[in-house]
């Protein structure tokens, strides 16, 4: 005989509340960083970043500098006022992954063992197909209204088009840096990528996350010698391979990144921002009120991908091994 419905949601409770850590990406390496414990290292943003509410994710940009100058007796300060404060404003995203139990089902697992079984099954299909849709969809440009304003968002060299409400053509700093020259990926290459990159001398202000593809991540892993192949320990244990460049970025490969992709990321300028009440919502088995034999489940998120510094970040493609 199957569960009754509140033995079915104890079930789940359970089970989620064991593994409640899982759903945030244990595949991608971008989402794991920004979304996971990955983010507890004091030099990146914080991790989880909670939005209570808004029409927008707002983001306070600095773009301006004061009144500054040579000064000696006969100088005259300058009083006048300068606008250094502006404002990136990021539209909502959110994604969804539901699934359902039905009379089949009920039938065919008619055992309480059984049962909980494919519950637990379902589950774990619910959280992977979230997190493979999240992963994938953030590497590219917004598929519709409601996906993440991605990195192909972030990289839209078109100085017209807005990215945060903000068009390049408006605020020269707001620039995306992007390459399509192409070329073998080296070592000299990724100094190129960091260097237009940068928005500062030191480490903080260079991109410290490449991510490419397998192919390319190895390509470039086979220039270094024996003796200068190094790995970020923290990447490795959770399961991403990575080779690292210049002591202190890991080169990252992801399937769901473009071929002959690189993309050059600074993690103190780019975050996720999740909303306080669709942060993973917690899946609640359900009456379908037409069908009383089907019980259905999903688990909601909401936020946005966001950058305080655009500048910050690169992307090169036509990339080859």
Excluded at 7 to 14: I, R, W, Y
Excluded at 23 to 39: E, F, Q
Excluded at 61 to 75: I, P
Aim: overall charge neutral; hydrophobic content about 35%; proline content about 2%.
């Amino acid at each position: 005989m199957a569960l009754t419905l509140s033995e079915l949601n104890a079930v789940t409770g359970d089970y989620c509340d064991g593994r409640s850590t899982d759903i945030y990406s244990s595949d991608n390496v971008l989402l794991w960083k920004l979304m996971s414990k990955g983010k507890m290292n004091a030099n990146l943003v914080t991790p989880n970043e909670i939005v209570d509410n808004g029409e927008n994710i707002r983001v306070v940009l600095e773009y301006a500098s004061s009144n500054t100058g040579s000064y000696g007796k006969n100088t005259t300060i300058a009083q006048g006022k300068v606008k250094i404060l502006n404002a990136a404003r990021f539209r909502w995203a959110g994604y969804y992954a539901s699934n359902a139990i039905d009379l089949d089902d009920k039938r065919a697992n008619s055992g309480d063992a059984a049962y909980v079984d494919l519950v637990k099954t379902k589950l774990q299909n619910i959280e992977k197909t979230i997190r493979d849709n999240m992963g994938g969809e953030i590497y590219g440009s917004a598929a519709d209204g409601d996906s993440f304003l991605g990195l192909g968002n972030l990289f839209n060299t078109t100085t017209s088009t807005t990215y945060g409400g903000i068009a390049e053509d408006d605020m020269a700093k707001w620039k995306a840096n992007k390459d399509a020259t192409g070329g073998a990926i080296t070592f000299a290459i990724l100094q190129a990528m960091r260097r237009g990159a940068s928005v500062g001398q030191t480490n903080r202000a260079k991109p410290n996350l490449y991510i490419t593809t397998e192919l390319l991540k190895d390509a470039f892993e086979n220039t270094l010698s024996l003796q200068s192949r190094y790995s970020d320990a923290e990447l490795v244990t959770v399961g991403f391979a990575n080779i690292m460049f210049s002591s202190y970025a890991p080169v990252v490969a992801d399937d769901k990144q473009t071929l002959g992709y690189c993309d050059a990321l600074n993690l103190n300028f780019l975050s996720i921002k999740t909303h306080k009440d669709f942060a993973f919502t917690k899946p609640v088995w359900e009456h379908d009120k037409e069908q009383p034999d089907t019980e259905v489940a999903n688990t909601r998120w909401s936020g946005q991908l966001v950058t305080s510094n655009r500048r910050a970040h690169y992307r090169k493609t036509g990339l080859t091994a």
